[in-house]
Antibody, heavy 119, light 107 residues
């Protein structure tokens, strides 16, 4: 059974750093892209970026380039999303999702990680 | 970036109604379009991929059509569990942008 399990909710202060994770299981982790999607409170879905764990090829949305870093450790089948200096506007739910490039869509999603940034 | 525009932004309908949601891309995306359903507090779930292919396990009352720039999601006979927010997403070129969402509410 394919599963993406994300790390737990985080409460941080502005200026702090953070790394959240997404662990894949039940499939070949290195053979599928993993994407990250932001959903701010009460708002829609925003595509942030995507990584291919097989070779670490990473693409970012221009809106998020330079604001976050996406990485993966294929030895433990885990993808990451990290911030070096959080802002209050980073408060959101973050989802990881597996992307199948056979038909180009997100077929499995993590449960989401809620990040709250508040002083 | 390719902009995805959904209409309407919200729609009220009754159980048994037929509902159509439209998604327009700012440039051609071939058939690289997916539709997702999201319920409150839950992760999105794919309904349709490649514009018209029904994801395994999704009821056949959901259907998709279109290619190029204009796409539709149709729910043939609304069921109580279909009241949710629906998003389209293009996957023709990076960044793989989403539409702004369509909230389907009970009339």
């Amino acid at each position: 059974e394919v599963q993406l399990v994300q790390s737990g909710a985080e409460v941080k202060k502005p200026g702090e750093s953070l790394k959240i994770s997404c662990k894949g299981s039940g499939y070949s982790f290195t053979s599928y892209w993993i994407g990250w999607v932001r959903q701010m409170p009460g708002k829609g879905l925003e595509w942030m970026g995507i990584i291919y764990p097989g070779d670490s090829d990473t693409r970012y949305s221009p809106s998020f380039q330079g604001q976050v870093t996406i990485s993966a450790d294929k030895s433990i089948s885990t993808a990451y999303l990290q911030w070096s200096s959080l802002k209050a506007s980073d408060t959101a739910m973050y989802y990881c999702a597996r992307f199948t490039d056979y038909s180009n869509y997100f077929d499995f999603w993590g449960q989401g990680t809620l990040v709250t940034v508040s002083s | 970036d390719i902009q995805m525009t959904q209409s309407p932004s919200s729609v009220s309908a009754s159980v048994g109604d037929r509902v159509t949601i439209t998604c327009r891309a700012s440039q051609g995306i071939s058939s690289w379009l997916a539709w997702y359903q999201q319920k409150p507090g839950k992760a999105p779930k794919v309904l349709i991929y490649a514009a018209s292919s029904l994801q395994s396990g999704v009821p056949s009352r959901f259907s998709g059509s279109g290619s190029g720039t204009d796409f539709t999601l149709t729910i043939s006979s609304l069921q109580p569990e279909d009241f949710a927010t629906y998003y389209c997403q293009q996957a023709n070129s990076f960044p793989y942008t989403f539409g702004q969402g369509t909230k389907l509410e009970i009339k």
